[in-house]
């Protein structure tokens, strides 16, 4: 679980909530047919820009800003540099027995227990990368769209309100009260957008780069296995793909 992004939005609704309820009259920011303008709203303008199944496999691509817990690059490292020096002193076949909890890796091994060549198994391997990353990338777009839609809803909803409430000028006492309900729909926006739809398109964006690298290291971990490279030499082509200062070698692995 993502605790900076639980933490985050947990915290950010509840000083609202709590500055809300602190108030006077706090069920005035309850209305009803505003919040069906702007969820409402906000869902359906998305959903045109997309096919039905990107839009609802958006939701799932969503809870990896909240649940989803990446295997860290380092973590991989060291798997792959304990597989190679497996496959270095006893074949490429003795991996075939080997526990592997990345699935990607797991099917990068196969192919290579396989024999199957190594253009085969970087285009197999490839292409998985390149299709997740875009499956993502939808996933991130949407919730970008839905961030921009959202303040849209809440403004058509205001104009709403402000169009209603200026037909009926002739109660003064009323004006007060439509006022705020025409506002209500510019606070359910902005809130929809900057409170949730923008930052799990940004947590997506940190995901998909995370979940490109390690694909990238797996790419170049399995060829790199295959052609029999040194452990170490292969460790540190691996450290390469880290930022700077989380470059670094780790135990020294016998040849």
Not at 195 to 202: E, Q, T
């Amino acid at each position: 679980m993502d605790l900076a992004s639980l933490i985050g939005v947990l915290i950010a609704w509840a000083l609202v909530i709590g500055t809300i309820a602190t108030g006077s009259g706090a069920l005035v920011f309850i209305n009803i047919p505003s919040l069906v303008i702007v969820v409402g709203g906000t869902i359906a303008v998305v959903m045109m820009r997309y096919n039905l199944g990107q839009f609802l496999g958006s939701f799932k691509t969503a809870l990896k800003a909240f649940l989803h817990k990446a295997e860290t690059a380092e973590e991989l490292i060291a798997q792959v540099v304990e597989l190679a020096g497996i496959a270095r002193k006893e074949g490429l076949l003795a991996l075939e027995g080997q526990e592997i909890g990345n699935p990607v890796l797991a099917t990068g091994v196969r192919m290579l227990v396989d024999g199957h060549e190594p253009a085969i198994v970087k285009k197999a391997l490839t292409t998985e990368m390149n299709e997740t990353v875009a499956r993502h990338k939808i996933g991130q777009d949407i919730f970008k769209q839905a961030g921009d839609a959202g303040p849209a809803m809440g403004m058509i909803g205001t104009l709403v309100g402000l169009v209603q409430m200026l037909s009926n000028m002739s109660d003064p006492k009323s004006i007060g009260p439509a006022m705020a309900v025409a506002l209500l729909t510019t606070l359910y926006g902005a809130m929809l957008a900057n409170m949730f739809c923008l930052p799990v398109c940004d947590k997506l964006k940190i995901r998909m780069s995370e979940e490109e690298m390690n694909k990238n290291i797996i790419i170049q971990s399995v060829l790199g296995i295959q052609e029999g490279q040194n452990p170490k030499v292969l460790e540190e082509l691996l450290f390469n793909y880290l930022p700077a200062p989380k470059r670094g070698g780790g135990d020294e692995v016998a040849e």
